[in-house]
């Protein structure tokens, strides 16, 4: 008759199950990638006027203007008759969004106010960013 021994016995019982654990990371991780919210980048940095009060607001449409009075959205540029359904699209995306033009210091003002006066009319509370 062969004998156990009790060391082999404690190593066999002391094995975990892993999946239970692995089932709830991966529920933890879906849930956080659904419920983020992502940034979307205008492509470029301007050079933004100085403004005496400072308001930081949370991230939300960002629009560029570049001193060549170009308009950036998401990476991209558009004309100022290209970006309204765009724009929508972002508003669609995340309907509480406050929008953000960065209008560089050389872009003319007529540009920035045209985007500004599109982006209240969609509904969008938008503010001018400065340095």
């Given at each position: ?20 654990m ?14 983020s ?95």
């Amino acid at each position: 008759m062969a004998r156990r021994s009790r060391v082999a016995v404690e190593a066999e019982d002391t094995e975990l199950n892993m999946t239970p654990m692995l089932d709830v990371v991966f529920i933890l991780l879906i849930f956080f990638i659904v419920t983020s919210v992502f940034v979307k980048t205008p492509g470029f940095e301007p050079s933004k006027p100085e403004a005496i009060t400072d308001v930081d607001l949370p991230p939300g449409i960002i629009v560029a203007i570049s001193r060549e009075n170009e308009i950036w959205i998401d990476k991209m540029p558009y004309d100022i008759n290209e970006i309204r359904p765009v724009i929508l699209a972002l508003r669609d995306e995340n309907p509480k969004a406050g929008g953000i033009i960065q209008g560089d210091k050389e872009a003319q003002a007529g540009i920035v106010m045209q985007v500004q006066e599109l982006m209240t009319d969609l509904g969008i509370d938008t503010r001018v960013s400065t340095d």
